[in-house]
């Protein structure tokens, strides 16, 4: 339930490494390849023994959101000396992994705290050798969560969570958690080097299922345990940072839970009697939040449609009604702002599903040796404000249509899955405006039917990344972004690592403006922030690309200082 996390992890991952669906066709044995290499610590230098290692085929530098086609991979463990092999693998651009209990799973030549590493461009009949693969062994954070009076707490819910900029402004995003066992004792393992900051939340995100926050039997305000971030504070400005390098165990980190004032929240949700499976839950309004995996505030509707909220600490949030039988989705929704006094007598407007529907259109010639296939295509929408619960999905007929049913009250943005190859995203639009920039807002009820334009004509960029001495420059992060920079194109931008000769391939480019940058020490997060990037934006290369264009671009690194 961390959408603006999904949202920005989906981004990343699909645009740099969509992996092609395999072909049927027998390879020629003559041209297939071969890797070996030694895996080792990357703090003592010890070899490491049954290391798991995969070599999964990467298509990298194209756009594509959703899951990704299934694919087998080459694999090998390590054996006594820490040597593996791996054979007749065919030619291509591959990733290589490798994972190990007490090790952070990570690819080849992975940079900073960073889990993506350098592509590997296989060529035919090559014997690739000499890789010297070095893991990072995993950081672990122990510590116990302690009452107001000293007392252990168990099943408390742990977090820790990096520090990024989202729309301007420094805000945390979950990176990790776990749970306090019967002695009030954590354990958070798996973590890699870098700065964190830990919070515990009494309540997690099975309250959604479960019973909610104890009634408040009388008009008056409460004290309850709230989020409180380590070492006692329950506002992120007093958080105190932890700072782990590879392989450490920190030890007594102990939370001190606090309490504060908090606040019920009566209301009724406006759904014909009998309410069946609703719920209401409370999420934060800050545009900049990533959601949590613990805290979430939620109340039972009963039949006649009243709810109630309770142990809700000040802020301002989405008063969110959810269907909670089968995937949950949003049935309604108002925002209310918690401040000094119980509120009563909010009312959260019903919708029993909205349906959305459109059409696809091509605008321009369709190439004499290319077919579309429309049913390949999906559009996702994705909640815009206050965290989402499901991210629904129509996907097309033959015929070029689509409907969309059950969609929730809610501003969506729509991404577009399954382009054909050499075309590109030109519009979507709902009649009277276009709305692939602004989004679709159901929050008053349907929409005019949406008609969905693709146009040929895509652009390929290739090119060279040095470092500071002119070199080659390989697992550097080359990000392609739309300039202006516009929030959650995500059909705009690119991300892709240099390959070992530090090379980089990027296609199927929408025509537009753009800029380029070198990221020696990639954090997505920071990386494609708008605010953060003015910073570097001396650095980056401007470029036009226009329909069937290819271009040549040659590179200088950039050092982005990792939070």
Known sequence: MRSLFLILSLALVSAAFAQPPQTSEIPDPKKLAAIEGTVLNSVSGEVLRRVNLSLRPTMSGTAQMGPMPPVSPYAATTDAAGKFRIERIEPGTYT??????????????????????????????????????????????????????????????????????????????????????????????????????????????????????????????????????????????????????????????????KKETVYRVRGKVSAPPPVKNLRVILTSREATQFRSMYGNNSGIVKEDGSFEVAQVAPGTYYLVAALAQGMIRSVGRTPIDVARENIDNVVIPYFSGITVSGTIRIDGEIPDNQKISFETMRLQFSPMEGGGFNFPGAVATAEATFKLENAGPEKYRIFFNGLPPGFWLKSISDGARDILDAGLDLSSGASAPIEVVLAPGVGVLNGVVQDSKQQPAAGVMVSLLPDPMKDYRYDLTRNVPTDQSG?????????????????????????????????????????????????????????????
């Open 96 to 257: 290589l992994s490798a994972e190990r209990q007490g090790f952070v799973r990570q690819q080849y030549n992975a940079r900073g705290n960073s889990s993506i590493g350098t592509p590997l461009n296989i060529a035919a009949s090559v014997e690739m050798k000499e890789l010297n693969f070095k893991l990072i062994p995993q950081a672990i954070i122990t510590g116990r969560v302690l009452d107001d009076e000293g007392e252990p707490l168990a099943g408390v819910g742990l977090e820790v969570s990096r520090s990024v900029r989202s729309r301007g402004k420094q805000t945390m995003m979950p990176s990790g958690g776990g749970q306090t066992n019967d002695t009030g004792e954590f354990r958070i393992a798996n973590l890699s080097p870098g700065r964190y900051w830990l919070s515990a939340s009494v309540r997690s995100n099975a309250n959604f299922f479960g019973d909610g926050a104890p009634r408040n039997s009388s008009d008056k305000p409460q004290e309850a345990y709230v989020t409180t971030y380590f070492p006692a504070s329950t506002d992120e400005a007093g958080a105190r940072p932890v700072d782990l390098v590879a392989g450490q165990t920190l030890a007594s980190i102990d939370i001190r839970m």
């Open 503 to 563: 090379k980089f391939n990027l296609s199927n480019l929408p025509p537009g403006d753009y800029k380029v940058y070198a990221w020696e020490n990639f954090d997505f997060a920071n990386a494609l922030d708008p605010e953060s990037l003015k910073a570097y934006e001396t650095r980056a290369k401007k470029i036009t690309i226009k329909p069937n264009s290819q271009e040549q671009l040659t590179l200088t690194s950039i050092p982005l200082p990792g939070n």
